[in-house]
């Protein structure tokens, strides 16, 4: 079945060509992006999604014209899935990337924005049945600043650290900071339980400001569960009762093994169950 995009608010094949050879995305990684759930035919948390895009748009110093808001992307992206004929759950990505010309220094910050939609295996956030087996990546460390946080297309760690997880036959790598401390997984936020409270990287130390980690933190403290966001060192890895990790597609994917470390998932399964509760 033929799949559409949708550029600049002109459908599309997914197969025709959109960019030119001196595209800033490509060229420099001058974009950013959002991956968003669809379920029940629409795009969920939105609010998080938009309030992440639009700050990152403005601190890279982007121009988006005016028009160019929550509700236009929300109608864009339900108009593009009933285009893709989508039927299940579905994952949108929004590319926004600034206008070609110039090379480091770009001569105008107008943008450009791209939409695809993919079909998910599963309708609802579904728990994982087994659970993943993980380990570190130490061959590069991420930095602590205001850049680590925001989704771009700057994504070398996170392809370096894919490459090591396939070569060691993992379902998942740890990065760190250049002080040691953990600051996330390759595509997900990371969560500990001990003693029943949650505790999760401080954005400062380098993560993702991930929309489903808000979430989670809002859902546990929502059911009086306490969450700490702070600095933690490797060894709390091994001191920890649960492991699992979260991002806005996949909700939230339990750790059974860490080393010769096993988990239990009691904690995930009962914060999934609330998770699905939000869809609307």
């Not at 035919?41 to 639009?54: A, I, N, S, T, V």
């Not at 059911?223 to 933690?232: D, K, P, R």
């Not at 490797?234 to 009762?241: M, R």
Request: proline share 2%; with cysteine.
């Amino acid at each position: 079945m033929e799949q559409f995009i949708n550029h600049n608010g002109t459908i599309l094949a997914a197969d025709h060509p959109v960019f030119l050879y001196n595209n800033r995305g490509f060229c420099y990684g001058d974009a950013i992006f959002e991956t968003i759930r669809i379920a029940n035919h629409k795009p969920q948390f939105l609010k998080e999604h938009f309030q992440r895009l639009f700050w990152g748009i403005s601190f890279f110093k982007m121009q988006m014209e005016e028009q160019l808001n929550q509700s236009f992307f929300e109608d864009a992206i339900i108009e593009l899935a009933k285009k893709n004929n989508l039927n299940a759950d579905g994952r949108a990505k929004l590319t926004i990337y600034r206008n070609q010309g110039g090379l480091y220094s770009p001569e105008n910050n107008t943008i450009s924005y791209l939409i695809e939609i993919s079909t998910l295996l599963t309708d609802g956030y579904k728990l994982n049945i087994k659970g993943f087996n993980i380990d570190l990546y130490t061959e590069i460390k991420k930095s602590q600043n205001i850049l680590s946080s925001i989704k771009s297309n700057n994504c070398a760690i996170y392809i370096m650290a894919s490459i090591y997880k396939k070569q060691n036959l993992l379902d998942e790598c740890i990065l760190f900071n250049d002080k040691g401390c953990i600051t996330e997984a390759i595509s997900s936020n990371i969560f500990v339980v001990k003693n029943g409270v949650l505790y999760t990287p401080e954005i400062s130390s380098g993560c993702i400001e991930g929309v489903m980690r808000k979430k989670i933190i809002d859902i546990a403290r929502d059911n009086h569960i306490e969450v700490y966001e702070l600095s933690m060192l490797p060894n709390v890895l091994l001191e920890a009762e649960e492991l699992f990790l979260t991002n806005a597609i996949s909700g939230i994917q339990w750790v059974l093994a860490y080393k010769q470390k096993k988990y239990i998932n009691t904690t995930a399964i009962r914060l999934i169950e609330k998770l699905n509760e939000l869809i609307y």
